[in-house]
């Protein structure tokens, strides 16, 4: 589209308007003067104030017969648009974007018959670019669709009261509560017919006929045979959650290979199924599973009965798993009540993350505890669930080294390791009855603290006062994190907590001060970011800072409260390699890369990304993908005792004798990357730069004088 340098006649009088109005200081001639008089947070309020029309979150939509009734600023950015396009004679409505300049004209040649009109056409214009294109719907096969017509129309449109009656109707019956599902022709027509219902004219009528959807659902089916434990029990196992001395059940167990496995280790172990175990008795257990259950079920009350039932058996840990919706859905899959029917007859509630801890914390009046993603631990003990939730932020330490040759202290450092090791642990020295061999010690030093004096002598002081203040800033971490849930009373807390937060605050009052301050600091993204720029661990880009799972304990204190906010509701992504923190944006990203060690220049195979405004999860799959990102400078990711780390170190080096780091961003995809290389005459054998084999004597010569001038 070329830049506008005459205008219509309608156009010239709203230029007028505003000018009279003061929102234009003097008459475009241009694009780029419209914009820059008019910048996109005019447009955008002005759709927020606009008395017609339908806003969603990322754009807002108008019948072309309403634009005269919008506000003066959208008046004129459709004015300016409709001026670049040649034909507009189809258009139905009119598509403000809120996160770009641009607008679209979409054409629903059956906007007044149909009642729900297939797109046909859509045209954009960005007014940045000053572009035009154009996309044909005519054959697709499953093109989007029209609700809610009359929200797009004044009240005095022709039909706008039959629009607004089919709406009403459809409400009524919960037919529009799964936007999600509704949006394309074909779902909603399956959706229609799974629910039993058809729409005539613009009336929704009941089918006589059963639902054959929900007849032919075989619950059953969606049992797994599984040659290793279920996901859920790793996530229980690993995190201590399950343990040899406790009783286990598994409510719905299907095959029951998790109470079989079980069973192996020497663990009192039983299932019931209604359809694979079903004389077995329910029982109460220490530990019961509710393992990707509830999200099988299509009926809403047997759904929450059966997580109910499930925690009427807890008598210590309940642990609910259930699908999670972090993509789209596979098109095959069809729309069922708020779930699918697979093809293979099973239905499939997915849960988005939050909305799973909404529904367990509802339905059980609990504050369940993330444990992977789909994964929750629910705890009968207040107690219990935040020493679990505590110990989720705590870092390993390892006692201080001995410096100094003390003979009494080396007499006696089989009796004083204990004493090490729990102020190690906890920051702190131990209160009577916490530490078993009290007794000994005391026998020998008549009190803790001369014993732990000795222990002074011996080791670096400034070694402790470190460990100390590492456990007052995690115990603030996460005291601050409660205040995202049902923060615990003081008496709810162990005594070990208790402890902790006398030793290190005085009393509670104090703590969560502290830590609400702490808190309040993540409000700023620029705080953030010049933490981000400061931190000696973790590679920066424009986007943030990125490092290594293994050192995510050794960041600021801030930065883990930041991923802490995410991780405290869903959960971390499973085998996570890298943690992002983004400066631009309240987001986490977690990236799994599982050839980190191996490979020199490792490929990003997953990213999963939580949005800290809404606690949306998105996730990226790049297995398939041509061109995924590549990691560089794999040391700055990592601390410097990663096992790894000289050799990495030695390559990054090497390479950038090459030249070959020069622009990280030009290379952070694997087409990129490998251009490189060739342009370098460079090539990777292991964590070690060659020249390539079939690099030309002359190109070599340039290469190295290139290197040489480069290097200072």
Same mark, same amino acid.
């Given at each position: ?331 095959? $899959? ?306 410097? $005792? ?20 020069? $622009? ?49």
């Amino acid at each position: 589209m070329t830049p506008l340098v005459t205008v219509s006649d309608s156009l010239q009088a709203l230029l007028e308007q505003a000018l009279e109005a003061g929102l234009l200081e003097s008459p475009p001639q241009t694009w780029t003067e419209l914009l820059q008089q008019l910048p996109h947070k005019t447009l955008v309020q002005a759709c927020q104030e606009s008395p017609v029309g339908k806003t969603l979150p990322n754009a807002f939509y108008v019948h072309r017969s309403a634009v005269a009734a919008l506000p003066l600023p959208l008046r004129l950015y459709e004015g300016y648009a409709a001026g670049g396009v040649e034909n507009l004679d189809n258009a139905t409505l009119v598509k403000f974007s809120l996160s770009q300049p641009q607008l679209s004209y979409l054409s629903y040649p059956d906007f007044d018959r149909d009642p729900h009109p297939p797109l046909v056409q859509s045209i954009l214009v960005n007014l940045r670019q000053g572009t035009v294109s154009c996309r044909n719907y005519q054959d697709s096969k499953n093109p989007p669709i029209l609700h809610r017509k009359e929200t797009f129309v004044q009240p005095s449109y022709p039909g706008y009261e039959q629009f607004q009656t089919l709406t009403q109707q459809e409400e009524a019956l919960g037919l529009l509560d799964n936007t999600r599902h509704i949006g394309t022709r074909n779902n909603w027509q399956r959706y229609l017919k799974d629910v039993g219902v058809e729409i005539q004219g613009h009336q929704v009528q009941r089918r006589q006929v059963e639902n054959p959807v929900k007849a032919r659902i075989e619950r059953h089916r969606a049992a797994m045979m599984r040659h290793d434990f279920s996901r859920p029990l790793k996530f229980a196992l690993e995190a201590g959650l399950l343990t040899p001395e406790m009783t286990f059940f598994d409510y719905g167990c299907g095959y029951g290979g998790d109470v079989e496995r079980l069973q192996q280790r020497g663990l009192t172990a039983q299932g019931w199924d209604p359809y694979y175990a079903p004389e077995t008795a329910l029982q109460p257990a220490q530990f019961v599973n509710l393992g990707y259950v509830i999200n099988v079920i299509e009926e809403p009350q047997e759904r929450r009965e059966a997580l109910q039932k499930a925690w009427a058996l807890t008598e210590g840990v309940l642990l609910v798993a259930a699908q999670v919706l972090v993509r789209d859905r596979d098109e095959d $899959d069809v729309v069922y009540g708020d779930g699918v029917v697979t093809q293979r007859g099973t239905f499939q509630k997915y849960y988005e993350q939050e909305e799973l801890k909404a529904y367990i914390d509802g339905v059980l009046g609990v504050d369940a505890i993330p444990v992977g993603l789909g994964v929750y631990a629910v705890f009968r003990d207040r107690e219990q669930q935040e020493q679990f939730r505590a110990s989720r932020f705590r870092s390993q330490s390892h006692t201080p080294r001995v410096r100094v040759s003390v003979q009494r202290f080396e007499e006696s450092r089989e009796t004083l390791e204990p004493l090490m090791q729990f102020f190690s642990d906890r920051g702190r020295l131990p209160k009577p009855t916490e530490l078993a061999e009290e007794a000994d010690i005391i026998d020998l030093f008549g009190s803790l603290r001369r014993a732990f004096r000795l222990v002074l002598q011996a080791t670096d002081e400034a070694d402790w006062d470190a460990i100390a203040e590492r456990r007052r800033q995690e115990l603030l971490i996460y005291l601050a994190l409660t205040a995202l849930g049902d923060r615990p009373r003081f008496s709810e807390l162990t005594p070990a907590i208790r402890y902790d937060i006398r030793a290190f605050f005085g009393n509670y009052k104090q703590a969560l001060m502290a830590a609400d301050l702490m808190l309040y600091g993540l409000g700023s993204l620029e705080r953030l970011g010049k933490l981000c720029d400061r931190s000696p661990i973790g590679q920066r880009s424009p986007r943030g800072l990125t490092v290594h799972i293994s050192a995510f304990n050794h960041l600021d204190p801030i930065l883990r409260l930041y991923e802490g906010c995410a991780s405290h509701t869903i959960g971390r992504m499973d085998d996570t390699t890298l943690i992002q923190f983004h400066t631009q944006r309240p987001k986490i990203s977690y990236f799994h890369c599982p050839d980190f060690d191996t490979n020199p220049h490792p490929l990003i195979k997953t990213i999963m990304q939580i949005d800290l405004q809404d606690l949306r999860v998105h996730r990226y799959t790049y297995d398939l993908f041509e061109n995924p990102f590549v990691l560089h400078k794999k040391e700055d990711f990592v601390t410097p $005792d990663y096992p790894h780390y000289d050799r990495f170190t030695r390559l990054s080096r090497q390479e950038q004798k090459w030249g070959l780091l020069d $622009d990280l961003e030009a290379i952070r995809r694997y087409r990129q990357w490998l251009k490189c290389l060739k342009a370098n005459g460079a090539e990777l054998r292991g964590h070690r730069v060659y020249w390539r084999k079939d690099v030309d004597p002359y190109q070599k010569r340039v290469i190295q004088a290139r290197k040489q001038r480069s290097q200072p």
